[in-house]
């Protein structure tokens, strides 16, 4: 899911980088001190998440687990995404720092429908599940959807890849859509502090 | 006598154009040499790596030394040369070596430097925080 250097225009660069800039101040200065662990243990979750590779026919995708980060996170998610994207940049070529504030920007801002679909109030347990699926599965779908339309935006030549690019993240919807109704459904019962911790 | 010369003679000529190719790797990296004799090498002469169902791999031009270099991805394969005025050859190559992952210890490195860093950003954002 990530953009690489030299593919995107100067004005979708600068534009995503000032809306990630900007939205990462914003968290930095709502951040507490007791919240940074929490927000680094995400941060190096999604750096980790990259090297979890899942082989789909010839080729292989990874986790973004950006739902899981952002449904506990909220708008903190902007740091740890953003950090760990910009180490995935710089020590392994994921992505880079050019379009870090793009990248950051696709996958941080799905991370605030997550937070905002945990919030929503639910008693039944099969509609629990259902909301912790989506959790997982529409910021993926969200994120792979806004890759697509930045590719899209800089010119026909990336729209193959456009479309390449959202058909190859599909199974990874699904995936993480599971992974994340697990994941919470786990932590709701052995450390429900941490659903709770961050407002 | 003069039978004898000719067959010598003939024998010299095919041998001559016999396209000789050498292969080598260090787990990483195969190297191929390609030559008609020592001193005549096969330049700029197309390569073809193919794996056991003869799926090509690679595929490249020799140098001026009748060389070509090319990731050592799989133990068994064939390598076919072909050069000017149709001489080929193909030979089978099968490596005793194991193939190292160059990237593999190196990447685990890199993954223990970024969660360091991780931990030191946020240990100085909480210094700054307090």
């Not at chain 1, 945990?118 to 779908?141: D, Q």
């Not at chain 1, 690019?165 to 709701?188: D, H, K, R, Y």
């Given at each position: ?40 243990v995400?941060?190096?979750l ?7 590779h ?64 945990f ?21 993926v ?7 697509s ?51 | ?16 154009h ?21 001193s005549?090498?096969?330049?700029d ?32 394969i ?18 005793e070596?194991?193939m ?31």
């Amino acid at each position: 899911m990530h953009i690489s250097e030299g593919i995107l225009n100067p004005e979708i660069l600068i534009g995503g980088a000032v809306i990630s800039i900007s939205i990462t101040a914003y968290a930095l200065k709502k951040l507490k001190n007791e919240e940074i662990p929490l927000v680094a243990v995400f941060s190096a979750l999604f750096f980790l998440g990259s090297f979890i590779h899942i082989p789909i026919g010839p080729t292989s995708i990874h986790l973004v687990l950006n739902g899981i980060i952002g449904a506990i996170l909220g708008i903190r998610a902007f740091i740890s995404i953003g950090i760990a994207l910009l180490l995935q940049g710089l020590l392994f070529g994921y992505g880079g720092v050019s379009t870090l504030g793009v990248n950051t920007f696709n996958m941080a801002i799905p991370a605030l429908l997550a937070y905002a679909i945990f919030h929503i109030h639910v008693e039944n347990s099969l509609l629990k599940k259902i909301k912790y699926f989506s959790i997982g599965f529409l910021p993926v779908t969200l994120s792979a959807l806004m890759l697509s339309l930045t590719l899209a935006l800089n010119g026909e030549v990336l729209i193959p890849a456009a479309k390449v690019a959202f058909i190859s993240n599909m199974p990874v919807m699904l995936i993480e859509g599971f992974i994340t109704m697990f994941a919470i459904t786990f932590l709701e019962k052995v450390y429900p502090q941490v659903l709770k911790s961050i407002k | 006598m003069r039978v004898l010369f000719l067959v010598i003679l003939m024998l010299n000529f095919l041998y001559a154009h016999k396209l000789y190719i050498l292969g080598d790797d260090d787990g990483k990296t195969l190297h191929i040499k390609s030559y008609f004799t020592k001193s005549s090498f096969c330049q700029d002469c197309q390569v073809e790596i193919l794996d056991v169902d003869k799926k090509i791999l690679f595929k490249g031009k020799t140098d001026k030394k009748g060389e070509i270099y090319f990731p050592f991805i799989a133990k068994k394969i064939y390598i076919d040369v072909v050069a000017s005025m149709g001489h080929k050859n193909r030979v089978f190559y099968e490596s005793e070596n194991e193939m190292i992952s160059e990237d593999k210890n190196e990447s685990y490195v890199k993954i223990l430097l970024a969660l360091g860093i991780i931990a030191l950003i946020f240990f100085v954002l909480r210094f700054i925080k307090k």
